[in-house]
């Protein structure tokens, strides 16, 4: 007769245990610990857990990110003289001694808890580090003691008490006077031949020589010592007895008050045994802290975006397999809202399992507080992550590979809720498949009807139909080359996979008539839907590869449109600068003219005083060069000056001649000055029609702009005159500048035109949100929509504002950023760390 297997006995683990060991969560844990730089804080590391509560997942993620702010900004908190003493506190509570290296440590542990709240009591934007921080002891005069009377190699310093160090100064006196005595000796008995070796050495804390062991008659003394050969004695001189003694006696001494300075010492510690603890505690937190943003740095992860509403969901962009390294292939995954259950299928080693475990494994980090390595993460927070993955049969549970998948099955399907992930690997597998792919399906139903989020690979063809067409499902595959039929690792939403199981046999070389063979056993429809698959596929790869193009193009326009624009900038600075010069050159020919118009009419005068009176023209005008000087036209920017008017080296003449005739010089003086006013007046000289014609002619006094080449604004003190200038005040100076110095209005609205883009002002504006969202939005789209609400911001006085573009694919974001890097109204813009995966930008306007 048989006897009926025994029951399961074997231990009963704890369903959301065994699913952090079959997703390696210890080996993520083990990663993080290698960056931690307290042993406290490895031993937190080691011990996480994911969080079921949702205030205590927040603080974790504020800590983490806090941290990694803190991290990348350079700060540093150096905990490398900080030591888990633990062990020694302990012992102390008990009344114990401790050794100097033990009270070294406690010394190096207060500097390091010093040291920390030092970095971070300045740092008012990391609340929650700084909070905790605050809980570390200030025990300066414990510190100042063991500073005072511990070494560095953990001796007892001379300043441990005064008793010790007069003991020490006697002490060496003593010893001094001793080796005095001995060096005398030495030289005696080394002349009579007794000593074996001319050597002073110790022997039980007594000084002595090492002597023949047939001459110890020749030297009074007291034998301490015999070496092992017998042949030398160690000998302490009758003459130095009392000397040694004195020694001796005052080394006991010593090291009764060192070991009083000791004891005293432990008691300190062990009063403040429970402050010290306490910082160990915070030490080990903040490490673990720090060491959580080390490793966020390190795998280029991002914080998570927690989702509380109903129904539970997981959306991961560009996620990557923590254990995987630097070269994993990203994946992006969508499951739970309208689409509570994902089935995943592919064939083997076409990387169906990792995704999974990515799923399962992520959200598991985002709950113990880690960030994790995705471009974007959007969780809800769940109250248990249950997962059934590999073979986990027991012979000697006597359960085979299908018992054991069921037992986790019936685990996982008891304890899940609404609020709970699954991830299942192999769903149906292990057992005939058709009652395989029943009982799937069966499973699939019954956890979707009860709101739990499932993902779930399978070779079964059938589950992947029947999720094709349920509601609350859908299909994921995993994805081979076209060509090579290499593994891509990468995750297709919305299509069922196909196996590839045939075409994998022919090229691993099994026998052609046996695959062709299996090929006419398909069934037309099996055979009809592979292709459809397999056209399908090649569709959509087609399809991404054009929209990758079409990014990157849009991308490069979207630089080469900044590199014009910045080349035109250039351009029209430097007009600005030869305009500048040319009407400097101008300023000084006039100048010279009407110097020598002044001589000529003094020598005119002087002409009608010897000789005749005489008439002189009407006198000419004011001086031309009190007022701004005219802009050259375009003719000018094209490269040259109007002929009258070209650069010329003016020498000083000196007075002129009397002899010639005074009115003939005056009258050349004067068509010389007209010449120079037909010119000024000329068009070539005419300011150039400006893009900001019609808003510069609305300044009013008390108006705020910005002029070229000054980063900080300008009030406007006259508004612009008909000559073309405008007076403001630079600091505590007034200035009377031209109006084409004035670059752009401090606080105005942009309006983008065909032509170019107009400021104006727009009191009526309404309110503006200090956030934008364009996150679906095309390139070109978003950046007609940035422009309208920068202009918006800028009119409303707003000083930061934020756009938030989503990560995808990073074209939207990069355009984004490439159109704002030299926009006239931002100052500057970076990362929001905030917002995970890159996903949104911080302007300062």
């Not at 292990?430 to 029943?438: C, F, H, I, L, V």
Request: charged share 30%; with cysteine.
């Amino acid at each position: 007769m048989i006897e009926p297997a025994p029951p399961d006995t074997g231990p009963s683990l704890d369903p959301k245990a065994e699913s952090l060991r079959l997703l390696e969560f210890h080996l993520v844990l083990r990663r993080l610990a290698g960056y931690t730089t307290f042993p406290v804080a490895r031993e937190l590391a080691l011990a996480l857990t994911p969080s079921y509560r949702s205030d205590q997942v927040e603080h974790r993620h504020r800590e983490t990110a806090e941290a990694r702010r803190l991290s990348e900004a350079g700060a540093h908190l150096d905990m490398g003289e900080a030591a888990d003493l633990r062990p020694v506190l302990q012992r102390a509570a008990l009344a114990g001694v401790l050794r100097g290296e033990e009270l070294r440590q406690i010394a190096g542990t207060l500097r390091a808890m010093r040291g920390v709240w030092g970095v971070l009591s300045r740092r008012r934007e990391s609340a929650i580090l700084r909070s905790a921080a605050q809980g570390l002891p200030s025990l300066q005069a414990l510190e100042d003691r063991l500073d005072r009377s511990i070494g560095t190699a953990g001796e007892v310093l001379d300043t441990a008490s005064p008793a010790l160090r007069a003991l020490r100064v006697d002490s060496r006196a003593a010893y001094q006077g001793l080796m005095d005595s001995m060096e005398r000796v030495l030289r005696q008995a080394q002349r009579q031949g007794i000593l074996q070796e001319p050597i002073i050495t110790e022997r039980q804390g007594r000084m002595v020589l090492l002597v023949k062991a047939e001459m110890k008659g020749r030297l009074p003394g007291i034998v301490h010592d015999v070496s092992d050969s017998g042949a030398s004695l160690f000998m302490e001189p009758m003459s130095v007895v009392g000397s040694g003694n004195r020694w001796r006696e005052l080394r006991l001494a010593e090291e009764r008050e060192v070991e009083r300075v000791l004891r005293d010492l432990s008691a300190e510690v062990e009063s403040a045994g429970g402050d010290l603890l306490r910082g160990v505690e915070i030490l080990a937190r903040l490490d673990l802290a720090m060491a959580k943003a080390r490793y966020a740095s390190a795998v280029s992860a991002s914080p998570p975006t927690f989702l509380e509403a109903l129904p539970q969901c997981v959306r991961l962009v560009d996620a990557r397999h923590p254990l995987l390294g630097p070269d994993a292939v990203p994946i992006t995954v969508e499951v739970g809202g309208d689409v509570g259950v994902l089935v995943i299928t592919g064939p083997n080693a076409g990387g169906k399992t990792v995704a999974l475990k990515t799923v399962g494994l992520l959200a598991l980090m985002a709950q113990a507080g880690l960030q994790v390595p995705a471009r974007d993460a959007t969780l809800s927070l769940f109250d248990g992550v249950y997962c059934d993955i590999g073979d986990q049969q027991s012979i000697e549970r006597s359960l085979s590979t299908f018992s054991s998948h069921i037992k986790n099955l019936k685990a996982i399907v008891d304890l899940a809720t609404s609020r709970s992930l699954v991830v299942i690997d192999e769903l149906g597998a292990s057992t005939d498949p058709e009652e395989g792919s029943a009982l799937a399906k069966a499973v699939l139903s019954h956890l979707r009807d009860r709101g739990v989020t499932v993902a779930v690979t399978t070779h079964q063809r059938d589950v992947a139909a029947f999720a094709q067409g349920e509601p609350g499902m859908a299909n994921a595959s995993v994805e081979l080359a076209p060509v090579t039929l290499d593994p891509t690792y990468r995750l297709a939403m919305g299509l069922p996979g196909r196996s590839y199981a045939l075409t994998i046999a022919s090229r691993l070389g099994l026998d052609r008539s046996i695959v062709e063979e299996a090929r006419s056993q398909l069934t037309p429809a099996h055979r009809s839907s592979e292709t459809l698959l397999r056209e399908l596929q090649e569709e959509r790869h087609l399809a991404e590869e054009k929209r990758r193009e079409a990014e990157q193009t849009l991308a490069a326009a979207a630089r080469r449109s900044r590199e014009l624009d910045e080349e035109l900038a250039r351009l029209r600075d430097g007009e600005a600068a030869m305009m500048e010069e040319a009407r400097h050159l101008l300023q000084v020919r006039v100048e010279e003219v009407q110097r020598r118009l002044r001589e000529a009419e003094r020598a005119a005068g002087r002409a009608r005083r010897r000789h005749s009176p005489m008439t002189l023209p009407p006198a000419a005008p004011g001086n031309l060069g009190d007022g701004p000087a005219a802009e050259p036209a375009s003719a000018y920017a094209q490269g040259g000056l109007p002929q009258a008017v070209q650069p010329q080296v003016v020498q000083d003449q000196g007075s002129p001649d009397p002899d010639p005739d005074p009115s003939e010089a005056v009258r050349a003086a004067r068509d010389e000055l007209a010449a120079v006013r037909r010119d000024l007046d000329s068009q070539e000289w005419k300011p150039p029609s400006s893009r900001r014609e019609d808003w510069v002619r609305e300044l009013r006094s008390g108006d705020r702009v910005y002029l070229k080449g000054v980063p900080q604004p300008v009030e406007v003190i006259t508004p612009p005159d008909d000559d073309g200038s405008v007076e403001v005040l630079l600091g505590t100076m007034r200035a009377r500048l031209p109006v084409y110095r004035v670059d752009r209005p401090a606080y105005a609205y942009v309006t983008p035109t065909g032509d170019g883009v107009f400021y104006t002002r727009d009191p009526k504006k309404p309110a503006v949100a200090p956030e934008l969202d364009l996150r679906g939005k095309r390139v070109e789209e978003a950046v007609a929509r940035v422009e309208e609400y920068l202009n918006d911001a800028a009119m409303a006085g707003l000083a930061r504002v934020r756009i938030v573009h989503g990560s995808g694919t990073g074209a939207l974001r990069e355009s984004l950023r490439e159109h704002l890097r030299n926009h006239p109204l931002v100052k500057s813009f970076g990362r929001d760390e905030i917002t995970p995966g890159d996903g949104a930008t911080l302007l300062e306007l």
